[in-house]
């Protein structure tokens, strides 16, 4: 079975600095996984995937997140936190027999000014 | 292209209604899928349709929770005699050929039971 373990369930950081946000998986398979997140009181807007082609996959916003096989790791990072990046975010993994995604936790990102 | 398309983003029910939460998935897509929200907690998968099919309905509750996709028309998420415990954001998503590429959601239903 697929699964996604986020490591942080808090995360604060001051505006301007770098954010790390930490995620492991599980799969039997190559895996498809996202990055999803969420503003308050808003749906989910996805950030970024990775689909087995480049392991360094760039998304919206100035995200990124780099797949590394050895870790089984799928960790979000951005340069620079902007105020606006103060929201939920969900890493995710696609289970290929039943087509659902499978959510992690959720990490919440405060932004200090 | 209006995007995954919910409604009413807010509903309120006392306990013993129905809840009908309707979605409306982009266009072109056939897939849609179903996941509620708890307060702090992450999503969990609920059902999963293609038009006029149930596909997997393994996380929706055995009882007063209902699904359909019909052909024409939005999804809806039928929830009889609500209890305070239904009380939760519901998200539809929707894709074009199975969840590997992701989907696209819409912003929600909110659900109150008072």
């Known amino acids: 079975a697929q699964s996604v373990t986020q490591l942080d369930s808090h995360v604060s950081v001051s505006e301007g600095t770098p954010v790390l946000l930490r995620c492991n998986y599980s799969?039997?398979?190559?895996?498809?996984l996202f990055w999803y997140v969420q503003h308050p009181n808003k749906g989910l807007q996805l950030l970024l995937k990775y689909t087995s082609a480049a392991t360094l996959v760039k998304g919206i916003n100035g995200f990124e997140a780099e797949f590394k096989k050895s870790e089984t790791s799928f960790h979000l990072t951005k340069p620079s936190a902007h105020m606006s990046d103060a929201a939920e975010y969900f890493c995710v993994v696609s289970d290929k027999d039943t087509d659902k995604l499978i959510f992690g936790t959720g990490t919440r990102l405060q932004v200090f000014p | 292209n209006a995007g995954v398309m919910q409604n009413p983003r807010h509903l309120v029910r006392r306990r013993g209604q129905e809840a009908r939460l309707r979605c409306s998935p982009m266009k072109g897509h056939s897939h849609v899928y179903w996941y509620r929200q708890l307060p702090e907690e992450g999503l969990k998968f609920m059902v999963y349709?293609?038009?006029?099919?149930?596909?997997?309905e393994s996380g929706m509750p055995k009882e007063r929770f209902s699904a359909e996709f019909p052909k024409e028309g939005p999804s809806i998420l039928r929830i009889q005699q609500v209890v305070r415990g239904d009380s939760a954001a519901y998200f539809c998503?929707?894709?074009?050929?199975?969840?590997?590429?992701?989907?696209?959601f819409g912003s929600g239903t909110r659900l109150t039971v008072v």
């Open positions: 799969s039997s398979y190559s895996p498809s």
């Open positions: 349709l293609q038009k006029e099919n149930i596909i997997d």
């Open positions: 998503a929707s894709s074009p050929s199975g969840g590997d590429y992701g989907y696209t």
